[in-house]
């Protein structure tokens, strides 16, 4: 069994570099499109859960992906949902940059309170752990499990898997519409591959 990983299509936040939590956006048509070119690499595995984060650019990237299609169950799950971010909703990292005085990193300096809470690393890579149980818990030859979620929460769920600390997270690149292959070789949690663009 592998976890595939899906990074939900382009939004005019992830293209501005707004830092993109609770607000609830939807694709571009450019996303769309990325999304729907997705849809062969799915039809070729099988699958055995995918679950979603319940924001609708997610939900939105599973359906044109092909991955609604009835062949599997299909779940919300909000422990997919991307991190909070707090008072750094919707600001770039250059803005936040210059209010705070250096060069800011969500991994190693966080967030403040806003009009939401906003979460440490650890509490999204507890929420990483969570999924990762809840797939690991789907018999071995089912099929796969495919997560379709948000940036920062996969690249913490990747570093969490490969039994890293979540800040490694910050060097698991990954772009919007990109997928990506957790597995295991020889016993062992792997990354099999990472950040592949669709085809077209």
């Known amino acids: ?6 990074r939900h299509g382009q939004t005019e936040w992830s293209l501005s570099g707004q830092h993109t939590g609770s607000t609830d956006i939807p694709l571009t048509t450019e996303g769309e499109r990325l999304a729907r070119t997705l849809s062969p690499l ?3 595995r099988r699958l055995a859960l995918v679950l979603t984060s319940p924001r609708q650019r997610a939900r939105r990237t599973a359906e044109l992906a092909g991955l609604t299609d009835g062949r599997a169950p ?4 909000d422990d997919l949902v991307e991190w909070d ?3 750094y909703e919707g600001r770039t990292t250059a803005e936040i940059s210059a209010e705070v005085g250096h060069e800011w990193s969500v991994w190693h300096d966080g967030v403040v309170p806003g009009a939401t809470p906003g979460e440490s690393v650890q509490e999204v890579a507890a929420r990483a752990r969570a999924v990762l149980t809840r797939a690991n818990a789907v018999p071995e030859g089912d099929g796969d499990v495919v997560l379709v979620a948000h940036g920062h929460l996969l690249r913490v769920l990747a570093a969490t898997w490969l039994g ?3 800040t490694a997270g910050a060097l698991f690149a990954l772009e919007a519409g990109t997928w990506g292959e957790l597995g295991r ?11 592949v663009p669709p085809v077209g």
Not at 74 to 77: F, H, L, Q, W, Y
Not at 185 to 195: A, D, I, M, N, T
């Open 164 to 166: 890293l600390s979540p």
């Open 74 to 77: 299909v779940e919300v799950e």
């Open 1 to 6: 069994m592998s976890i595939l990983v899906v």
């Open 42 to 44: 799915f039809a070729q």
């Open 185 to 195: 070789e020889h016993g062992r949690p792997v990354l099999v591959r990472w950040s």
């Open 85 to 87: 971010y707090g008072a």
